[in-house]
């Protein structure tokens, strides 16, 4: 369910509210009438996913009052996490399984989806769940839902091909590498000539409110940010299941960073600032 719902919302806490929001739904009903559902998993899964479905129909109203650009909250790979305030706690950033369909690239395009069309094919194409269960969601017909997922496959398909992990690793290693010695013509070489920077501060951290366009000028807003923040340690982290980087300062991240590679340089750096994004990463 916190998979689900995860990749529908793209916010971790959010996604924990849908979730205990269905439990309490399920506690709700008499006794008699959960007795009656034969699979109280797929009860669950369903009732979920029409919080989220919800949800998303009021996001664009919320976006809209949103200081600057909106991107989904990073995800830190399990074994690279703070530990947590207390052995018990259960965060659910740990129970959602880091695969392409977490990747930043990919919940960048699904916000182009309308909300019916998100449901339609996170629950088929990533959980292949069947049209007809998916009508009983969407309260449309198993054809109209098909329609729906095909209509969100071809949003999918015009995004390019990712770099293998490996390659990927290498970039960014070699951008670690430049913005930490300051150097604007090695970060020039491993950005894209036509690349895009897009930051979240949330009006609660400074950054850019508006996308940064061009491998030149990215290199030197990196540059300018690296000579105001002394003391900034920069770690290499898996970030929504692929190479990333941490900004941390006195051992508080501070900044996500992830990154699109295609043909061994940068095209898209997604940066993740609003502190309220960044509690999964400790």
Request: glycine fraction near 8%; aromatic fraction near 6%; charge should be neutral.
């Given at each position: 369910?916190?998979?689900?719902?995860?990749?529908?919302?793209?916010?971790?806490?959010?996604?924990?509210?849908?979730?205990?929001d269905?439990?309490?739904?399920?506690?709700?009903?008499?006794?008699?009438?959960?007795?009656?559902?034969?699979?109280?998993?797929?009860?669950?899964?369903?009732?979920?996913?029409?919080?989220?479905?919800?949800?998303?129909?009021?996001?664009?109203?919320?976006?809209?009052?949103?200081?600057?650009?909106?991107?989904?909250?990073?995800?830190?790979?399990?074994?690279?996490?703070?530990?947590?305030?207390?052995?018990?706690?259960?965060?659910?950033?740990?129970?959602?399984?880091?695969?392409?369909?977490?990747?930043?690239?990919?919940l960048?395009?699904?916000?182009?989806?309308?909300?019916?069309?998100?449901?339609?094919f996170?629950?088929?194409?990533?959980?292949?769940?069947?049209?007809?269960?998916?009508?009983?969601?969407?309260?449309?017909?198993?054809?109209?839902?098909?329609q729906l997922?095909?209509?969100?496959?071809?949003?999918?398909?015009?995004?390019?091909?990712?770099?293998?992990?490996?390659?990927?690793?290498?970039?960014?290693?070699?951008?670690?590498?430049?913005?930490?010695?300051?150097?604007?013509?090695?970060?020039?070489?491993?950005?894209?000539p036509?690349?895009?920077?897009?930051?979240?501060?949330?009006?609660?951290?400074?950054?850019?409110?508006?996308?940064?366009?061009?491998?030149?000028?990215?290199?030197?807003?990196?540059?300018?940010?690296?000579?105001?923040?002394?003391?900034?340690?920069?770690?290499?982290r898996?970030?929504?299941?692929?190479?990333?980087?941490?900004?941390?300062?006195?051992?508080?991240?501070?900044?996500?960073?992830?990154?699109?590679?295609?043909?061994?340089r940068?095209?898209?750096?997604?940066?993740?600032?609003?502190?309220?994004?960044?509690?999964?990463?400790?």
């Open positions: 369910m916190i998979n689900v719902a995860y990749r529908l919302l793209g916010s971790v806490t959010e996604a924990e509210d849908a979730v205990q269905a439990y309490a739904r399920w506690y709700g009903l008499p006794r008699s009438r959960r007795e009656e559902i034969r699979s109280p998993g797929a009860w669950l899964t369903t009732v979920t996913s029409r919080i989220c479905l919800d949800l998303l129909g009021s996001a664009r109203a919320r976006r809209e009052r949103y200081v600057g650009a909106w991107l989904p909250e990073p995800l830190p790979d399990r074994t690279e996490r703070h530990p947590t305030a207390s052995a018990g706690h259960a965060d659910p950033a740990d129970q959602i399984v880091l695969d392409e369909s977490v990747s930043m690239a990919f960048v395009v699904m916000e182009s989806m309308t909300p019916a069309e998100r449901v339609a996170v629950l088929h194409e990533v959980f292949r769940y069947p049209f007809a269960e998916i009508a009983g969601v969407l309260e449309r017909t198993p054809a109209a839902c098909k997922a095909s209509s969100a496959r071809r949003r999918v398909s015009v995004a390019p091909v990712p770099e293998t992990a490996a390659g990927q690793a290498d970039v960014v290693r070699h951008v670690k590498e430049a913005w930490e010695t300051r150097d604007i013509a090695a970060l020039v070489a491993l950005l894209n036509a690349a895009v920077m897009t930051a979240d501060g949330g009006g609660m951290a400074g950054t850019a409110l508006h996308p940064v366009e061009g491998g030149a000028r990215i290199a030197r807003y990196m540059v300018a940010i690296a000579e105001r923040a002394p003391g900034l340690e920069l770690l290499e898996t970030v929504n299941g692929v190479p990333g980087l941490v900004a941390r300062r006195a051992g508080v991240v501070e900044t996500v960073a992830s990154f699109d590679v295609a043909d061994g940068v095209t898209r750096i997604w940066v993740v600032r609003n502190p309220e994004k960044l509690r999964p990463w400790g």
